[in-house]
């Protein structure tokens, strides 16, 4: 076996991305990198356990590059046919598929190509996906994300596995992928694009780094081994972030909320993990979260409240009282509708904005032992409400009777005495006689209903949050 054989060989087993019986999807554009790692696939089955049915090729063309691209197309087919390997080809307008989904066009062709390497799997019964980055394109990745702000995280570059996704030839050099075709007497084609300066990575690719080996001709490894350190350090602080971020984040509604006394008690590195972890979750995507992001995020925990950042991805991050908020905004620019009004018509439970329930039972005074102190279960006498009930959010001019001469206060100022986001106010849920208010969740109820002597029949009020901040015990 050659030594690029062997090293890809010795780099599978290192990353377990193999295992005896895989089915394999691998990606083939025609390029060097992809010819070389579908030719070594080939090549290892024997030793890692399975044979070349076990290998299904996807070439995907673009649209792009007119007659070039249908070489490209032509020239992976009949490499596949020669070599006994299955051939799928996929061909769409990439520029159209990025513009219905208001993708760039590079963004678009490595969406699109993932998605048909699940399509292959689906339809082969694949459980694998090979795709062919070398060190190279692990240096010029780590490069790219430096510049762009990243943090640890970018230090990594491209990991060997991912989910189902290998990269077994992510040990090779560009040098020993070429070094290997020629041993292996294989052409393979040449995308015009990759000498373009009109994309950051070529520019990276023929500029940077090789201005950088001038300095120092080990660069490339150097920085391949630093992602390898980064990758160390990264996995060791991950498996404390997810400790801590347990306790110092919640979900409430359609809020993430991040607790400012945890974080302040935090080493600076567990912050700044938390923080990126908090934005990744709240969009459900990282490419575009970078550490000016997550600073920007850190600067909330210092000031004062009502304190508002915009972050990509529609985010609103806003310091609040003891927390700071993360939310998504609608793209529309339109407030979301949420007043809610549910009539209390008998015992039971009520979803409330499909973020709680209250449980509404009536018991005789005589079944009651101890008037509940918990502020999401409260007991009030049912014998003086006179007229309907209901569930609902606050209306302007809400006002709660404090005392026994009847002075009242407004909601709105209950909730800022309570240090409740103002944002959260507007679906807080309320329980109401009409147009009287009797409890404000977890704030306060009214002093006119209050159990006394004379009371009979007691309505138990029990509200509970799903899995968010309401009801949580203080």
């Known amino acids: 076996m050659n030594t690029q054989a062997d090293k890809v060989y010795n780099y599978i087993l290192e990353h377990t991305m193999i295992q005896s019986g895989d089915r394999i999807v691998v990606g083939l554009s025609g390029g060097a990198d992809s010819v070389s790692l579908l030719l070594l696939l080939a ?3 024997e030793k890692l356990g399975y044979n070349k049915s076990n290998l299904v090729a996807v070439h995907v063309h673009h649209g792009l590059r007119g007659e070039e691209a249908d070489r490209d197309a032509e020239f992976a087919k009949a490499l596949c046919e020669r070599i006994g390997i299955a051939f799928v080809l996929y061909h769409t307008d990439i520029k159209a598929f990025a513009k219905e989904n208001k993708y760039t066009v590079e963004e678009a062709g490595r969406i699109y190509r993932y998605e048909c390497f699940a399509k292959t799997c689906e339809h082969y019964d694949c459980n694998k996906i090979a795709v062919a980055h070398n060190k190279n394109d692990l240096a010029e990745t780590v490069l790219f994300h430096i510049v762009r702000g990243s943090g640890m995280n970018g230090l990594r570059g491209i990991l060997p596995v991912r989910d189902n996704v290998i990269r077994p030839i992510l ?4 040098a020993e992928v070429l070094e290997y075709l020629t041993s292996k007497n294989e052409t393979y084609c040449e995308d015009s694009t990759n000498a373009s300066g009109d994309y950051d990575r070529n520019r990276i690719r023929h500029a940077i780094l090789p201005m950088l080996q001038t300095i120092n001709e080990g660069a490339l490894s150097h920085i391949c081994n630093l ?10 602080a991950f498996s404390y972030t997810e400790e801590a971020y347990t306790k110092a984040v919640y979900r409430d509604g359609r809020y993430l909320g991040i607790i400012v006394d945890h974080m302040n008690r935090l080493p600076s590195l567990l912050r700044r993990n938390i923080c990126y972890k908090a934005l990744t979750d709240i969009a459900g995507a990282s490419k575009d979260i970078t550490s000016k992001h997550v600073q920007a995020l850190l600067g909330l925990f210092e000031a004062q409240s009502g304190r508002e950042v915009m972050l990509p ?18 793209s529309d620019g339109l407030q979301e509708d949420l007043s809610f009004e549910r009539e209390i018509t008998q015992s039971g439970v009520y979803a409330f904005n499909n973020v ?31 007229g309907k009930l209901f569930l609902r959010t606050p209306k302007t001019g809400d006002c709660l009777i404090i005392d026994d001469a009847g002075n009242t206060k407004k909601i709105s100022r209950l909730f800022i005495d309570a240090k409740i986001d103002r944002d959260k106010r507007v679906d807080w849920p309320i329980v109401a006689c009409e147009t009287e208010v009797l409890l404000v969740v977890g704030i306060r109820e009214s002093y006119k209903y209050r159990i006394d002597s004379q009371t009979s029949r007691v309505l138990v009020l029990h509200y509970e949050g799903k899995g968010e901040k309401y009801g949580r015990e203080d």
């Not at 992602?227 to 060791?236: F, G, H, P, S």
């Not at 003891?322 to 905004?329: E, N, R």
């Open 43 to 45: 090549e290892l089955g």
């Open 356 to 386: 709680g329930t209250l449980t509404v039972s009536i018991v005789p005074r005589e079944e009651i032992s101890e008037i509940s102190k918990n502020k999401y279960t409260k007991m009030l006498d049912y014998d003086k409400i006179k």
């Open 171 to 174: 040990c090779l050099e560009r």
């Open 227 to 236: 992602t390898r350190e980064a990758t160390d350090y990264y996995d060791w």
């Open 313 to 330: 991805y529609g985010i609103s991050a806003r310091r609040s009282y003891d927390s700071v908020l993360l939310s998504v905004k609608q």
